[in-house]
């Protein structure tokens, strides 16, 4: 159990984290366990986070590694612990910060999972035929359209506020991590899915609040739950739902591998990266440069097929 001092430690970096970030809430809780489990480690030497040296945290990753931890949690626990002591500097509760030159295990870097154009177009053909009745149909429909046309993250599809889809837009506000916002155009199929939605969510909004059931949604896929607004869980499992009916192993199929599949279909029909990356709303280009190894060996068989220099006698 961790002692008074380190929970309030932890306590006040979430709240710094949650208030001057906008940190999610599932980023927080995952700092929480991470800070909470170096505390507890910390606190049977009886040191703290206050009493810690570079020996100390080098130590505890030591042990994190021989207790079996994979290294992308290594990783995650090194990069809390830096931003606890990056934190407790700018307080001055700490005159060092003693996790700064560690340099830890890093993440394996592995290739996203994508789908090809054609299981998308399977996917898209499945949500035209699924859900129990017409409403149900145009809100999968929606959702599918505008997950591949945009390249969101599920927690920003989910989240879309009503009034983002307003006025037949040709792109979207959207609100990604920390807040930052971006816009994201929308193709012609995903405009015309939105419309329809759009339409028969606010005639259904109307009939119930005609009977008094409802107050007016915020969201653009309302729910009745907690959030106000479909749950990533809920869209998790009507995606695989999808995947089944189109053939394809739910397995493979998941939110992130959808946004994956819309970045590396643009830099496949010759997108510029620097786009992708606006588009994807990364911080830094070098995490977008990971689809341009996932082109497989068409994309290279189609530069020695047609580029002039690549021709026999060229």
């Known amino acids: 159990m961790a002692t008074p001092e380190t929970a309030r430690w932890i306590s006040a970096f979430l709240e710094a984290q949650a208030a001057e970030l906008d940190a999610a809430r599932n980023t927080l809780l995952a700092y929480g366990r991470d800070l909470k489990d170096f505390g507890d480690w910390l606190d049977r030497t009886s040191k703290g986070f206050a009493g810690a040296t570079r020996a100390d945290v080098e130590a505890y990753l030591v042990a994190c590694e021989a207790g079996g931890l994979a290294r992308a949690t290594r990783a995650r626990r090194l990069s809390a612990i830096r931003q606890l002591y990056?934190?407790?500097?700018?307080?001055?509760?700490?005159?060092?910060?003693?996790?700064?030159?560690?340099?830890?295990?890093?993440?394996?870097?592995?290739?996203?999972?994508?789908?090809s154009v054609e299981e998308v177009d399977r996917l898209l053909a499945a949500s035209r035929q699924s859900g129990r009745g017409a409403f149900e149909r145009l809100r999968n429909i929606c959702l599918m359209e505008l997950l591949y046309a945009t390249g969101?993250?599920?927690?920003?599809?989910?989240?879309?506020?009503?009034?983002?889809?307003?006025?037949?837009?040709?792109m979207l506000m959207v609100k990604g991590k920390g807040g930052k916002e971006r816009m994201v155009?929308?193709?012609?199929?995903?405009?015309?899915?939105?419309?329809?939605?759009?339409?028969?969510?606010?005639?259904?909004?109307?009939?119930?609040?005609a009977e008094a059931r409802i107050p007016p949604a915020?969201?653009?896929?309302?729910?009745?739950?907690?959030?106000?607004?479909?749950?990533?869980?809920?869209?998790?499992?009507?995606?695989?739902?999808?995947?089944?009916?189109?053939?394809?192993?739910?397995?493979?199929?998941?939110?992130?591998?959808?946004?994956?599949?819309?970045?590396?279909?643009?830099?496949?029909?010759?997108?510029?990266?620097?786009v992708i990356q606006t588009l994807l709303g990364h911080a830094d280009v070098s995490t977008t440069e990971i689809y341009t190894h996932v082109l497989d060996e068409r994309l290279r068989d189609l530069v020695l097929d047609h580029h002039p220099l690549a021709r026999e006698g060229g």
Do not use: C
Not at 152 to 170: F, Q
Not at 185 to 209: F, G, I
């Open 86 to 115: 990056r934190f407790a500097y700018e307080e001055g509760w700490r005159s060092d910060n003693p996790a700064i030159q560690i340099t830890g295990p890093g993440r394996a870097k592995r290739l996203p999972k994508v789908l």
């Open 152 to 170: 969101m993250r599920v927690s920003e599809l989910v989240g879309l506020p009503a009034a983002a889809a307003r006025g037949d837009p040709r």
């Open 185 to 209: 155009p929308l193709s012609t199929p995903a405009r015309a899915a939105l419309a329809a939605w759009l339409a028969a969510r606010d005639a259904a909004e109307e009939a119930a609040r």
């Open 218 to 274: 915020r969201h653009l896929f309302p729910a009745r739950g907690r959030e106000g607004h479909m749950t990533r869980q809920a869209f998790h499992g009507l995606l695989k739902d999808l995947a089944a009916a189109a053939g394809i192993a739910p397995a493979r199929v998941t939110p992130h591998v959808l946004r994956h599949a819309f970045a590396t279909h643009l830099l496949a029909g010759g997108a510029d990266l620097r």
